[in-house]
């Protein structure tokens, strides 16, 4: 299948696995590769930009097909050691990145000289405009299903991923309940040239997180994720368990009062002892709704080759048959 997606990155199959915290290591970004998408290394899980350019190596000797880094540019004082990651992908050779967060601009002129693609995530039409405006080669749209942040306003990928299509130039990929056939069809007649997955590839065998991990997402329904952070306009959307229940309650009770400081027991460097050590009670973790769709746990081969069965099935069989009727 070929898209403007599959062209613009040099992949088999318009399928990207979005960039995850303590998620995105060289093993699922190699694997996702082989099997024809786009696999993400996660460039602030690795503590320092030599760590990150070790870790591009060793996806380097898994891999032979393109991959890409995720970069999230942090509203924080104290920033991360930014040119100093972007030396070591740039020097790595990695031909793709993944931005999110604050606005990428200022860091897309050396990208761009050493002939590396962009491709922002945004939760809105204005600021996938913007992500346009500035020279990115394309955006991951996220509507409201997502795992991790949203955004603030809450338009879900059946009314954003039209939105976009009406409005921008540039491709974009749906981010936000995609798990299946059935979602990249569907990202496609919506105007999206692909599909963006984070939670369905956590759920796979290479990915390298604790089995309950992999268990407590097949487990889950549609039901059973909650948005936290909603009062400090930082929205996240995770997992229930015991930790996000406190977090709920502290909301509740501090109101508009509540500072970060309140929860940061649920929330600061919980991710290595949830999905290394597998303590799923350790605080909140990014999970979409989608894991509703999400039943077993095959390799990313198996899930990449089944979802471009069923697509093609989908587009050659029941839709085409709607046509002939």
């Known amino acids: 299948m070929k898209t403007r997606i599959t062209e613009l990155f040099g992949i088999e199959h318009p399928i990207i696995q979005g960039g995850m915290h303590f998620v995105g290591f060289a093993e699922l970004a190699a694997a996702v590769s082989n099997a024809g998408g786009l696999g993400i290394i996660t460039g602030l899980t690795q503590k320092t930009p030599e760590l990150l350019a070790k870790e591009i190596a060793r996806c380097r000797e898994m891999t032979d ?6 970069l999230t540019f942090l509203p924080v004082l104290t920033a991360p050691d930014y040119p100093g990651y ?56 996220d509507g409201f299903e997502c795992g991790g942040h949203p955004g603030e306003d809450d338009v879900p990928n059946f009314i954003l991923l039209p939105r976009a299509a009406e409005e921008l130039k540039i491709p974009f990929v749906a981010s936000g309940g995609m798990a299946d ?48 952070m909603r009062p400090l306009r930082n929205t996240e959307r995770v997992l229930r368990n015991a930790a996000v229940d406190v977090l709920l309650q502290k909301e509740r ?68 048959g709607f046509a002939a009727r």
């Open 86 to 141: 972007i030396k070591a992908i740039i020097e790595g050779g990695v031909k793709a990145v993944e931005t999110a967060g604050n606005n990428p601009q200022k860091w897309l002129p050396v990208l761009k000289e050493h002939g590396i693609k962009v491709i922002h995530k945004c939760t809105s039409v204005r600021h996938s405009l913007k992500a346009e405006a500035i020279g990115c080669d394309a955006v991951s749209v």
């Open 181 to 228: 056939g059935r979602s990249l069809v569907a990202a496609l007649a919506l105007g999206a040239e692909g599909m963006n997955m984070g939670t369905r590839f956590i759920a796979t065998q290479e990915a390298p997180v604790h089995d309950n991990v992999k268990q407590a997402i097949v487990a889950a329904s549609e039901l059973d994720t909650r948005l936290v």
């Open 253 to 320: 009770e501090l109101g508009a009062n509540l500072k970060f400081e309140d929860i940061i027991e649920q929330v600061a460097g919980v991710y290595p002892k949830i999905m290394l050590e597998g303590t799923m009670d350790a605080g909140a973790w990014s999970c979409g709704m989608v894991a509703g769709l999400i039943h077993d746990i095959p390799t990313c081969k198996e899930l990449i080759d089944r979802i471009m069965a069923e697509a093609n099935a989908i587009i050659h069989q029941r839709l085409a």
């Open 65 to 70: 097909k393109p991959f890409g880094v995720n």
